[in-house]
C-alpha cells in the first residue's frame, strides 16, 4: 500500500495540483474504514478510492456513498457491491495459482508444503486462497501441512513459522507466503534455524523491494502486484466519472498493457484486471530501479 499511495501522489494530475487528494489509513479494520467513509460524505469529497480490509463490510460503506451520489472505484482489494463503479487490480486466484505452482516445481511436484495467509476475509486472501487451492488439486504427492493467517505481516509469519518448522522439524519442502512481507518473515525463520533457505522454496506476491532483493539472490519466488498501475488506473477511470467523455487518461498503464489486453474502454468497464508479472533475476534490478 506505500508503493500505492506513493504511485497515487505520482499521477500527472496530482502532481500539476489538478487533483486534490487526502490519503485515509484504515488501519487494517473494517470498522475504521466505514467511520471513515462517514467523514469523506460529510466533507463531501467528490469520489473515492476505495482499497478495503473486508470483502463484506466494505459494501456497506460503498452504498452509502452512493446513497450521497459520490463515485467509489474500488483498487487493488474487491469489495461485494454493485454500488462499486469500477475495479481496477489483478486477479489474485491467478496469482495464488502462480505462486503455488513456482513453489511446488521447485519441489520437484512432491512434499509437504505450509500456507501463510493474509487477513481472514479480505479478497486478496479469500481469493489467493483459491488460487493455492487450485494448484495444489492437481499435485496429489503434495501435501498441505499447514495453513493459517499472518495478517501480511512479517513479524507474524516469521513467529509463525519458527513454530511450524519446530512442530514439523524436516518435513517442511515449501513455504508459500500469500505476500512478499509473509515470505521475507518465513525466510528468517528458516535462517534462523540455520537452515539453508534456497533448499526450502518460498514464494510471495507483491514485489515489495525487499522482495526484489530476495529474488535476485535466489532465496525467493515471487510476482510483480502493479502498484503505479493499480493507483492511477484507479484515478483515471474515476476522473472519467467525475469529468465526462472529454477526459483522456493519463496513466502509462494504458498503453504498458494494451498489448496484453487491457483497453481503456472510455473508462467504463466494471473491472479492470491488471496482469501479473513474474520476477525474475534478470528483471529485479530494472523493477527495483524504478523506485530509486
Request: aromatic share 6%; net charge neutral.
Amino acid at each position: 500500500m506505500q508503493l500505492w499511495v506513493h504511485a497515487l501522489k505520482e499521477h500527472p494530475l496530482v502532481k500539476d495540483g489538478s487533483v486534490k487528494l487526502t490519503v485515509f489509513d484504515g488501519k487494517y479494520d473494517a470498522l475504521t474504514q466505514n467511520n471513515q467513509f462517514e467523514t469523506m460524505i460529510t466533507q463531501k469529497y467528490d469520489g473515492i478510492l476505495f482499497v478495503p480490509i473486508d470483502v463484506q463490510a466494505g459494501a456497506e460503506a460503498v452504498s452509502k456513498a452512493s446513497q450521497a451520489n459520490i463515485p467509489v472505484v474500488g483498487s487493488n482489494a474487491r469489495v461485494n457491491s454493485d454500488k462499486l463503479l469500477s475495479y481496477v487490480g489483478s486477479n489474485d486466484v491467478i496469482a495464488g495459482e502462480m505462486q503455488a505452482e513456482a513453489v511446488i516445481r521447485a519441489m520437484g511436484g512432491k512434499g509437504n508444503v505450509v500456507i501463510l495467509e493474509g487477513p481472514i476475509g479480505q479478497s486478496g486472501q479469500i481469493e489467493r486462497r483459491r488460487g493455492n487451492q487450485n494448484t495444489l488439486a492437481q499435485y496429489p504427492n503434495v501435501k498441505l501441512l499447514e495453513m493459517k493467517t499472518a495478517n501480511w505481516s512479517r513479524a507474524e509469519a516469521l513467529a509463525l513459522t519458527e513454530n511450524w518448522l519446530t512442530a514439523h522439524a524436516g518435513k517442511i519442502n515449501g513455504i508459500i507466503g500469500q505476500n512478499d512481507e509473509m515470505a521475507l518473515g518465513a525466510i528468517e525463520a528458516v535462517k534462523a534455524k540455520g537452515i539453508d533457505p534456497k533448499s526450502i522454496p518460498t514464494a510471495g506476491i507483491d514485489g515489495v523491494s525487499d522482495a526484489l532483493r530476495a529474488v535476485k539472490v535466489g532465496t525467493m519466488v515471487s510476482v510483480l502486484q502493479d502498484a503505479n498501475a493499480q493507483a492511477q488506473g484507479s484515478l483515471d477511470v474515476l476522473l472519467r466519472k467525475l469529468i465526462g467523455a472529454d477526459y483522456k487518461p493519463r496513466a502509462a498503464l494504458w498503453t504498458q498493457y494494451g498489448t496484453a489486453g487491457l483497453k481503456w474502454d472510455d473508462g467504463a468497464a466494471r473491472v479492470y484486471n491488471i496482469p501479473w508479472t513474474p520476477i525474475t533475476p534478470q528483471n529485479a534490478d530494472v523493477l527495483l530501479a524504478q523506485r530509486r
